[in-house]
């Protein structure tokens, strides 16, 4: 399952499955628990594919950085819980995104971040960047074919 079917909805724990659209909204399944609600178009909602982190150069799409934290942990869990303390997030974090920037990356959105890479672990949701770079590659390679 692709990132662009994870929602976070404001003021709800955790992730959502995007199950179906409505007319006044869409339903979502919670990957903790797996109950079901239904969430109004008035509902801050972020879909995960399109969220970025901020460096000193240019914004990180947020599945880059999940790319990111699976090579630095193996494709296991994160070594940190979200729940540590401020000056130990951003240490794992610097050593994740080097260039993150610290002035608008709060230790709030690394906890965030954290959490969400372990629930996506937990459903087995790991391709976070692999789909992409495949898809792509073909493309590529037949134009350049086309051209030789």
């Known amino acids: 399952m692709a990132l662009d079917k994870i929602l976070s909805i404001g003021g709800k724990p955790g992730l959502y499955k995007l199950l179906t659209q409505t007319r006044g909204g869409f339903v979502g399944e919670s990957l903790l628990d797996g109950k079901r609600v239904t969430v109004g178009l008035r509902s801050n909602v972020s879909v995960l594919s399109e969220i970025a982190i901020y460096t000193l150069e240019e914004e990180v799409p947020l599945k880059e950085v999940f790319q990111k934290i699976k090579e630095k942990e193996g494709g296991k869990k994160t070594s940190i819980s979200h729940k540590a303390e401020k000056i130990e997030l951003e240490e794992y974090f610097f050593?994740?995104?080097?260039?993150?920037?610290?002035?608008?990356?709060?230790?709030?959105?690394?906890?965030?971040?954290?959490?969400?890479?372990?629930?996506?672990?937990?459903?087995?949701?790991?391709?976070?960047?692999?789909?992409?770079?495949?898809?792509?590659?073909?493309?590529?390679?037949?134009?350049e074919e086309e051209e030789e």
């Open 95 to 143: 050593e994740v995104l080097p260039n993150y920037d610290e002035d608008r990356v709060y230790a709030s959105d690394i906890k965030k971040i954290i959490q969400w890479y372990n629930i996506l672990l937990d459903n087995n949701i790991t391709d976070f960047v692999e789909e992409e770079k495949d898809a792509e590659e073909p493309t590529v390679s037949a134009s």
